[in-house]
Structure formats: structure tokens, C-alpha cells
């Protein structure tokens, strides 16, 4: 399995662009989540879905949207790029565990996409 | 905001057993706490999580108070590669409503 992969790696935007960050998974997992760490913090949880066909929001959903056609994509889109979406922007699946079991919905990571906007 | 609190840094010998505290005095009964962590540039990695009891896997131990007010995560070798940010989380609510709500770490540097 490849586990959780991300694109771009890197990207550079100007202020107004828009761009889809991209995050797929293999473990056919139900939860998938999207978050943003800007330097030197904890990741803020931007939003997260629990199937196809459902997302919600989560701390910092502003200026942000999402989508989720299939079990195992699920992209995040920025419309108008602000400075302030200048972030290493994380994604993370889980399958929830079983009561009690082991590794209870346990995430796993991706890369991580290293975005700045100018 | 977080319901953890840690220290901001610490460090230890390689070989050696590194010991990092955490405290969540507000855990509420059915809350787990997990131990999460991130090498630089990386994204974060699961170790371990634990609900009352003491757990023990391939990576690390995890030691919880009886009141569940405080744990340890212990590294009991400690290697350069452990060098990373280590992030206590307390796993607020349950299934499709329950977060990871990650602070800002510890981050641990490990000495040859």
C-alpha cells in the first residue's frame, strides 16, 4: 500500500489564484481529514469527511472547500489565495475502530504540501 | 484548544530512556489519550494510545495515572532518528464527531 499520498509537494501562488491540492488513499478507509500547520504550531483541522458524499468543517474551514466523489480521493480547494493560506497543509485518513480495539481510529498521514502565496 | 499540556522541549542520551510527560487534568471518562509524532518536514506519526491501562507496542510505552489526570510516553531506547516533535492529544468526543486536536508538542532531542 502506498498509504496516503499528496500533490503537489510544493506549490507557489499569488494572491486571487485558486489551486487543488490533491490527496488520495489506498487502505479504503471511511474518515479522511484535511489540516494546516503554519510554522512552529499543531495542526488546525480544516475540514474533515466521513464517506463519500459527506464533509464537514472543522476549526479553520474559512476560505476553503472540499469534496468527496469516492472512498479514496479527497481533494481540498482554495479559491482566492490569501498570505494568510501560507501553510504546510497535511492530509489524514482513518478507519474507526472497532470499540475498545486496538488502534481506534488511528490517522495516518501524508506528506504533507508546502504551499506559499505571494 | 488543546486539553494537554507539556513541556516545550526536552532531551536525553541516545541509548537512553526518554520519559515525556503529559498533563490532561480535564479528561473526561471515555476520552483516550494518544501520542502522535512528527519528524521535521514530515507528517505526523501514530504511537501509541491508551484509554486507562498501561499499553506497550513495537515504538513505545505508555504509562497513565490511576485518576488518568497525567501520562508518560516512554522511548526506552532512544535512537537519533526519535529526534521529533511529540504531540499528547486527547481524542475529544466519539466516532464521526470526535477530533484530534493537536498543541504544540514537545519536541525531543535525542544526543549521541
Known amino acids: 500500500n502506498a498509504g496516503v499520498t499528496q500533490t503537489p509537494k510544493f506549490r507557489i501562488l499569488k494572491i486571487g489564484q485558486s489551486m487543488t491540492l490533491q490527496c488520495t488513499q489506498d487502505?479504503?478507509?471511511?474518515?479522511m481529514y484535511w489540516y494546516r500547520q503554519d510554522p512552529g504550531m499543531g495542526l488546525k483541522l480544516i475540514y474533515y469527511?466521513?464517506?463519500?458524499?459527506?464533509?464537514d468543517k472543522g476549526e479553520v474551514p474559512n476560505g476553503y472547500n472540499v469534496s468527496r466523489s469516492t472512498t479514496e480521493d479527497f481533494p481540498l480547494r482554495l479559491e482566492l489565495a490569501a498570505p494568510s493560506q501560507t501553510s504546510v497543509y497535511f492530509c489524514a485518513s482513518s478507519r474507526p475502530g472497532l470499540a475498545g480495539g486496538r488502534g481506534r481510529d488511528t490517522q495516518y498521514f501524508g506528506p504533507g504540501t508546502r504551499l506559499t502565496v505571494l | 484548544d488543546a486539553k494537554t499540556t507539556q513541556p516545550t522541549s526536552m532531551d536525553c542520551a541516545e541509548g537512553r530512556a526518554a520519559n515525556l510527560p503529559c498533563n490532561h487534568s480535564t479528561i473526561s471518562g471515555n476520552e483516550y489519550v494518544y501520542w502522535y509524532r512528527q519528524i521535521h518536514s514530515q507528517g505526523p506519526q501514530y504511537i501509541i494510545h491508551?484509554?486507562?491501562n498501561n499499553e506497550t507496542n513495537e515504538m513505545a510505552s505508555l504509562i497513565i495515572t490511576e485518576d488518568r489526570k497525567s501520562s508518560t510516553l516512554i522511548l526506552p531506547h532512544a535512537t537519533l532518528r526519535d529526534t521529533a516533535v511529540y504531540y499528547c492529544i486527547v481524542r475529544v468526543g466519539i466516532g464521526a464527531n470526535s477530533k484530534l486536536t493537536f498543541g504544540k508538542g514537545i519536541t525531543l532531542s535525542v544526543r549521541p
Open positions: 487502505m479504503n478507509h471511511n474518515y
Open positions: 469527511s466521513v464517506g463519500a458524499g459527506i464533509t
Open positions: 491508551g484509554l486507562k
